[in-house]
């Protein structure tokens, strides 16, 4: 009987890292695209390319999920976990996607800070997510989730202290909407990591 | 005993097809705004009374679900799909709102198009909600889903270009902060919808 | 057995009741602060003192909850008590940081009309949360939940007629953007609470 539902299982976990995987290449672009002195249309392509895969990776498991009766952890813990895990590739989407619409032209230094601490933060979030298979080696689960939420912060002081300063050199009202929306985004996006560490903390407690 | 539940069940039907039905007035309504050349201050109290009767509609569903012991289907998706279609008619009624609360006197032609969108998303959403009384016929309310998902995608496309248009043209930024909401509030609506659609879908999912 | 699981059930009404309170300190704060000429950097020392106290209860409620085995109530509404309970707090952190960011050096008379109705609310909320222990005595709950409800009406006429007046009186787009994003949080503290009835009320229901 245990043979049986053992790889139904094992499948969770690939399709988690496919979707940890998407997101390293979305937080990789993101820096990627920082460095360009214009925005190159390719990345913005590129992009929405990993955002649909993404989205098809998540209704895959949600579907798996509804019609699966064994699962390794609570159901509850995996739907939250594959659609937070969208979520982190969808912000970023975001993100890309106002440049091109705000017709921006190329990033700033400030979105280029926020770009670094996003891609250390989706790595973590990989570590973390990894991790799920041996949940009885905790240590390396556990500082992914310590570094994730020491970025969250990191984050809030880094749009607090960008957005003041926009507000303090910009005088065009337009271009503060713009800027503000972008930097909201880039800090929403390591909230979102947070939450996936958060419940990969609750599924780790939950199995202790 | 089971003749003791079932009609307890039964309700739970009728009041999601009249939170569909409070829906599709209140997008009904939406068309009939963005037709005035004046905005009438009679649609708006009307759009404030079908909020307020869905308001009581969703608190009554959650009260009977919460005493209910059997229910047709999990209780998680009962309480997710009433707050979910609860949600289409404030987001349509927030969208009225902010044209009385700033003033605008009357809709554009980009919240026309919208309109027209959002009308025929919760048309769908009116046929995913009736379908859950057969879910054998699964056929009527699959075509539903799928369209929702394909107007969700239409109306991101469409947020996408009348933003880019609405900076492009208005240069009072005032102007901008307002237009900007109203518009990212109206693509609110479709995805709203297809979260309705998603539950719909889970339900049926678990059903097979 | 009865007594190797009571007093871990009592902890929870403990811990409700020491988030309750700390969103009394929050919402105290807040009207410290309208009175205030100048904002006193001293007060935004406090505020993000007691939100960084908020957060170590909520995770510590939820590291419980994930271990203990047998609940007061059901385990889905003691996360989204505790959570929603924290989110009060953190509403009124943002709005405290915003004037701090966008260097507004002192309130205005909106947002003292707002801090007047939040305190209100948030002391009947502490009132509610306070009666989970005597669920039989239903009377003091429900009036708290009924008027944290008409609370949130109140505060929804309360933003439209401030952000209508804003418009109306300020002409810099950006003190626009500034205050209407803090009107707009004000407004949610007081969502947040009804959030809190809802739980509460939902409690009461299922235990009745």
């Not at 043979?3 to 979707?19: G, H, I, S």
């Not at 509804?66 to 895990?85: G, V």
């Not at 970023?92 to 705000?102: A, E, K, Q, W």
């Amino acid at each position: 009987m245990k043979f049986r539902f053992l790889p139904e299982e094992f499948n969770f976990f690939n399709l988690f890292d496919k979707q940890a995987e998407l997101a390293l290449e979305a937080s990789s672009l993101v820096r990627e695209l920082v460095q360009q002195e214009k925005v190159d249309a390719a990345i913005l392509t590129r992009m929405q390319e990993i955002e649909h895969r993404g989205d098809e990776l998540t209704h895959g498991i949600i579907e798996r999920l509804n019609k699966t009766f064994i699962t390794p952890f609570d159901r509850e813990d995996i739907h939250k976990l594959a659609t937070t895990l969208d979520d982190v590739v969808d912000v970023m989407n975001t993100i890309v996607n106002r440049l091109r619409i705000y017709k921006l032209g190329s990033a700033d230094k400030s979105l280029a800070e926020f770009a670094a601490v996003i891609d250390d933060s989706v790595r973590n979030v990989a570590t973390a997510v990894k991790g799920l298979r041996k949940l009885k080696d905790t240590k390396s689960i556990m500082d992914a989730c310590v570094e994730i939420n020491r970025l969250e912060n990191v984050g809030d002081a880094m749009r607090d202290r960008v957005l003041a300063d926009l507000f303090e050199r910009e005088a065009n009202p337009i271009c503060v909407i713009k800027w503000k929306e972008i930097y909201q985004d880039a800090e929403t996006v390591l909230d979102v990591c947070e939450d996936v560490a958060n419940v990969v903390e609750t599924i780790m407690v939950k199995q202790a």
